[in-house]
């Protein structure tokens, strides 16, 4: 039999989804509870951590005012490296110096703790140090969750699952299947104390000025992957993240902590970290799958937000706008649920989120990039010839030697040749267009 308490919904989770939906179901008047297994929100949380403006202003529109922002971000670079030079493109607004700022870098454990003092303010009740364990399902209706606590039964109309990439939940409760080593990445990161001054020198910004890296080559020891740099205000964060099958099927063995001492280490990168101070390491886990990998995101009494659903846009390198607003979207169809006489919870009166996601840059975007995660993970050489080729015509063509630049054209051409051939080549241009169409 059921027993109270009883909430018009239950969170579980509080990253950037949890926070979404409990903040905006409880703005909306719904009784909302919401559990976190960490010592307070943002404690167990990892991310680079650019934060996308767009989709937090949909939800708290003025955010800007006392939100704790690192850098709003004027430059993005993106870099391709070989094993001692880089070849990039710098792309710089002015007009990224105009409020309100599209980007911005932020220290997640702060962010998150900021966010949560909102989603209380709101009205929300927070619960930490508590894991939920598994739903409870009566029937086929999922009407609460049993947490690691002495009475540990909360029910509730609603529950909003927001617990993060492989959601164990979701997956003991037969909701998705065991997340696949090819639909995830391994990333770590490390955030590296350097005083304010020597960052605005060392990356060309003014106070409050920020600069994104992004970086693809060498530096992934020719597993598919990325790296980053950004600039904080009185710290940097670099990373590099790789597909976890290929972490496992490596003949090198390379571990993710190997390959990132291993790019702090390359020539274009150590001098822009030099003396920084380590303040923190963690690695984590990233939904790369994309559109193919999405699962059913709601059922009778249920919906999944955020990393639990596997809502990662790696084309972009965006994850956390992802998971804001498909927590407002879920919380919008809560209350719409709510109002509607609020006896049924059932899919068919929940299946308006997923209306709502497909008609959303969320659904749009990852249905573009469909194709990219197996056609990059299937053509590791992406990610090793030709950053090489690229970085040495671009050193070939550069270096004044007293050789025709005819001649180095050729060299190149040559280059190109002996590690492509024209179908190989061809072949690569139509796989990338589809990945990237
Ligand atoms: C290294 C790295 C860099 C990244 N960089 C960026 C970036 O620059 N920009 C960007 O937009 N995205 C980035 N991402 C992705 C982004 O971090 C995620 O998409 C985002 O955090 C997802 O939010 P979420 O709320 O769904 O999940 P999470 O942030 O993972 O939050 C899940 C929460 O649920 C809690 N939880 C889990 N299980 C339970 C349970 N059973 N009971 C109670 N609580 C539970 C966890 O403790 C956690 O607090 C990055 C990710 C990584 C790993």
Redesign the pocket.
């Known amino acids: 039999m059921i027993t109270s308490p009883k909430f018009d919904a239950i969170v ?8 979404a939906a409990a903040y905006v179901m409880a703005k909306g008047g719904l009784k909302v509870l919401q ?4 010592e307070y ?1 943002g404690s ?9 403006a767009n989709a937090l202003e949909e939800i708290i529109p003025d955010f800007h005012d006392d939100a704790p922002l690192e850098r709003h971000i004027i430059e993005q670079r993106l870099w391709m490296l070989d094993d001692t030079s880089f070849v990039g493109t710098h792309a710089r607004s002015e007009d990224y110096n105009n409020p309100p700022y599209n980007r911005y870098t932020i220290i ?1 454990a702060q962010f ?1 703790k900021w966010f949560s003092s909102k989603v209380r303010e709101a009205g929300a009740l927070l619960i930490c140090e ?4 598994r739903l409870i399902v009566d029937g086929d209706q999922v009407v609460g969750v049993q947490c690691d606590r002495e009475h540990g039964e909360v029910y509730a109309d609603i529950v909003v699952l ?4 492989n ?3 979701a997956r003991k409760a037969g909701f998705h299947g065991e997340i696949k080593a090819g639909n995830v990445a391994l ?3 490390e955030i590296l104390f350097m005083p304010e001054e020597i960052i605005c020198q060392r990356f060309n910004v003014a106070d409050y000025e920020g600069v994104v890296i992004e970086m693809v080559g060498r530096i992934t020891d020719g597993m598919a992957g990325t790296g ?1 740099l ?1 600039t904080n205000k009185e710290s940097l964060t670099i ?1 590099v ?1 790789c597909m976890l099958s290929d972490f496992k099927n490596n003949s090198n063995r390379t571990s993710p902590y190997v390959l990132l001492e291993k790019m702090k280490r390359h020539p274009s990168i150590a001098p822009l970290i030099a003396g920084g101070e380590m303040k923190e390491y963690c690695a ?3 939904p790369e799958g994309g559109f193919n990998a999405i699962p059913e995101v709601y059922g009778n009494g249920w919906m999944i ?4 659903g596997g809502f ?1 846009n790696s084309a972009h ?7 804001m607003t498909t ?1 407002r979207l879920a919380a919008e169809t809560a209350i719409a649920a709510k109002a509607t006489g609020g006896h049924s919870y059932r899919a068919c009166a929940l299946s308006g989120y997923k209306a709502a996601l497909d008609k959303s840059f969320v659904m749009k975007d990852l249905f573009k990039y469909r194709d990219m995660p197996k056609i990059l993970h299937r053509n590791p050489h992406f990610f090793t010839t030709y950053p090489d080729l690229v970085a040495k015509a671009a050193r070939t063509m550069i270096t004044v030697d007293g050789v025709d630049k005819q001649t180095k054209k050729g060299e190149v051409m040559a280059s190109f040749r002996k590690s492509r051939s024209l179908t190989g080549l061809v072949g690569d241009a139509y796989k990338l267009w589809r990945a990237f169409r």
């Open positions: 579980v989770g509080a990253g950037p989804s949890g926070n559990i976190e297994r960490g929100p167990k949380n990892v991310q680079g951590a650019i934060l996308y997640r998150d508590t894991t939920v364990n927001a617990d993060g990439v959601s164990t939940l990333a770590v990161k980053f950004y990373g993240g984590h886990l990233i937000v955020g990393d639990s990662v390198r965006e994850g956390s706008n992802l998971a927590g």
